[in-house]
């Protein structure tokens, strides 16, 4: 599985965007997606993740009520709402895939997931 994230960009703050990760094959109702970023001279951080069945997710305490992670099973993608974008949302996106036997699973160790994206820049300016 390979999967494709896009919709990064330069954005001010307030702003919003909206990622999207297109995975290569059907992942369908499968597979747990979540969303991770990396600021620079930071380690990777989980962001959002989003349950097999999409009825559950999970949020970073920093990015509640601020992001929105979705997932569209027919169209095997996630996406990820940011809205009200401040400057330390600045870093590097990044999708993730992994099958789940749990219908209603969310992960959210980065060393779980199996299948990544390449990243999405977001850069916000202040």
């Known amino acids: 599985v390979q999967l494709q994230a896009s919709g990064g960009g330069l954005v001010q703050a307030g702003g919003s965007l909206r990622l999207s990760c297109a995975a290569s094959?059907?992942?369908?109702?499968?597979?747990?997606m979540g969303w991770f970023r990396q600021a620079a001279g930071k380690e990777r951080e989980f962001v959002a993740a989003?349950?097999?069945?999409?009825?559950?997710?999970r949020y970073a305490d920093s990015v509640k009520g601020q992001f929105t992670i979705s997932k569209d099973n027919r169209k095997n993608t996630v996406a990820l709402q940011m809205n009200s974008l401040k400057s330390e949302d600045t870093a590097v996106y990044y999708c993730?895939?992994?099958?789940?036997?749990?219908?209603?699973?969310?992960?959210?160790?980065?060393?779980?997931?199996?299948?990544w994206g390449q990243g999405t820049k977001v850069t916000v300016s202040s």
């Open positions: 993730a895939s992994k099958y789940a036997r749990l219908m209603d699973k969310v992960t959210v160790l980065s060393d779980e997931y199996q299948y």
């Open positions: 094959k059907s992942t369908g109702n499968q597979h747990a």
């Open positions: 989003i349950s097999r069945n999409g009825y559950n997710t």
